[in-house]
């Protein structure tokens, strides 16, 4: 497995996996960030040899213990919006690079030439714990509210990521680090 920390997130990829972290590569901070047209960037772009050329492009956000400060971002579409605008400029741009035969993306263009044949984007968003069932085994009603909010929020997010990335067969899909599916392939880990 290989290795990567965002944040205080960790993350396991198989080695096989072609992994680059996208907003720290020399790509994106050189040529792509030097065109001036500010183009946003994902944090992760994984190539998945042997599943029909899959693309992954791995947005993480922790708004542990920021849950207030960020919850208008959900429920505005501020969020699905950021994430939809980052995909689609590291998406064009990798098909620059590849263009331009820039190394880092040389390891991906298996998943990009001819054109991907699935390309997926994960919104991984860590947010501070829900609450549970006590020891009375029962929520209280401002408990149950808390739940049902982030539940919907959650969902509504997903829902307009998907339904922004659909015209361009782009799926979406959000997680946190405990309910990545074990399909996924990939690890993640609060640090």
């Known amino acids: 497995m290989q290795t990567f920390d965002e944040g205080n997130i960790r993350f396991a990829f198989p080695a096989v996996w072609s992994v680059l972290k996208y907003d720290d590569s020399l790509f994106y901070r050189g040529p792509v960030s ?17 599943t ?16 207030t400060a960020n919850r208008s971002r959900l ?24 263009r331009a035969n820039q190394r880092e993306v040389r ?7 001819p054109y991907a044949a699935l390309v997926h984007v994960v919104l991984l968003l860590e947010e501070d714990e829900l609450p549970r069932v006590g020891a009375s085994g ?14 919907k929020l959650r969902g509504e997010a997903l829902d307009l990521l998907q339904g922004k990335l659909k015209p361009f067969r782009i799926t979406a899909a959000l997680h946190n680090c405990a309910d990545v599916p074990a ?3 990939w690890l993640a880990t609060v640090r």
Not at 34 to 48: C, E, I, K, N, P
Not at 53 to 66: I, N, S, T
Not at 138 to 151: D, E, I, P, Q
Request: proline share 1%; hydrophobic share 50%.
């Open 34 to 50: 030097r065109t001036g047209a500010g183009l946003a960037a994902v944090d992760f772009v994984v190539a998945q040899p042997g």
């Open 183 to 185: 399909g996924a392939g």
């Open 138 to 151: 029962h929520l209280s009603t401002a408990n149950k509210w808390k739940r049902a909010t982030a539940v």
């Open 75 to 98: 429920a505005s579409g501020d969020l699905a919006t950021e994430v939809a605008k980052k995909a689609l400029d590291t998406f064009g741009a990798l098909h620059a690079g590849l």
């Open 52 to 67: 029909s050329a899959a693309l992954v492009l791995l947005e993480v956000k922790d708004f542990r213990g920021y849950a």
């Open 107 to 113: 390891d991906l263009a298996s998943a990009l030439m």
